[in-house]
């Protein structure tokens, strides 16, 4: 099962996405696909529903994996440790599916 988000995750929209996740965590999926492609900005309280959301997908034996993360969010994911909890494969070199420059 894959949700697709899309905007800002932040804590005017932290409760509405919890909700969503809630409602797909109720139907039981053995995988479940975060599709992060469209999110542009993700604050703390938004890392905290993932976060959270995995580890109850966990406990319940469901698959976590979160793709489409932008470069500047995966640098948060870093920096927090949790590329592990929201099942997040390490990209190839190179591979860059935002087309950005990393020129850092």
Do not use: H, N, W, Y
Not at 10 to 39: G, K, Q
Not at 55 to 68: D, K, P, S, Y
Not at 72 to 84: A, E, P, S, T
């Amino acid at each position: 099962m894959t949700l697709f988000v899309a905007g800002e995750i932040d804590m005017l929209s932290a409760v509405p996405f919890s909700r969503s996740l809630d409602v797909l965590m109720a139907m039981r999926p053995e995988m479940l696909c975060i599709d992060m492609t469209d999110v542009t900005f993700c604050d703390s309280t938004g890392f905290r529903v993932l976060v959270k959301t995995a580890a109850l997908a966990r406990e319940r034996g469901c698959e976590v994996v979160t793709r489409g993360v932008r470069p500047g969010l995966m640098r948060v994911v870093d920096i927090l440790g949790v590329q592990v909890v929201l099942g997040i494969a390490p990209s190839p070199p190179g591979d860059d599916p935002q087309g950005a420059q990393s020129g850092l």
